[in-house]
């Protein structure tokens, strides 16, 4: 079974709270049950984690390689803008990752146009809502069974 793991960054935990009109009204939750169950027919196990603290998520990343996953699904948050030590932590390990962006970042204020993470992950999926984490299941799940290079 292919383990994937779901990071969400900063202020993510106020989903369905937080500026509805750019992120919409479902909660984390929401975007977690309908990831696990989805998972669950694509035959992944799905672990998700989500953190306000950059350092928490540099370790985790780490942890998701020494712990086998085959995968990583990431939405940074603000951080996608200007960590270069989240950048470093998934340069420095050896598996691949999907970003998502729930907000078009590219249609946004400038300052949220640049991702430092982006050159550093297997793919960037923006603006199409929480369905960008559906396809982003899809497209790490193929890249982990080796259909995607």
């Known amino acids: 079974?292919?383990?994937?793991?779901?990071?969400?960054?900063?202020?993510?935990?106020r989903l369905g709270k937080r500026e509805p009109v750019h992120y919409g009204s479902s909660t984390l939750e929401d975007v977690e049950a309908q990831l696990n169950e989805q998972a669950e027919g694509l035959d992944v196990d799905l672990s998700c984690f989500q953190s306000n603290h950059e350092g928490e998520i540099i370790d985790k990343l780490h942890w998701s390689e020494d712990h086998g996953f085959d995968g990583v699904i990431i939405n940074p948050g603000a951080f996608t803008h200007y960590s270069y030590a989240i950048r470093d932590a998934i340069a420095g390990i050896d598996v691949p990752v999907i970003e998502v962006h729930i907000s078009n970042i590219h249609a946004r204020e400038s300052f949220r146009h640049e991702s430092v993470t982006a050159p550093v992950s297997a793919g960037q999926i923006v603006g199409l809502g929480i369905h960008g984490y559906e396809l982003a299941l899809q497209a790490i799940t193929k890249i982990a069974r080796g259909r995607i290079k």
Request: hydrophobic fraction near 55%; charge should be positive; glycine fraction near 8%.
């Open 1 to 13: 079974m292919i383990k994937i793991l779901l990071i969400n960054g900063p202020n993510l935990n």
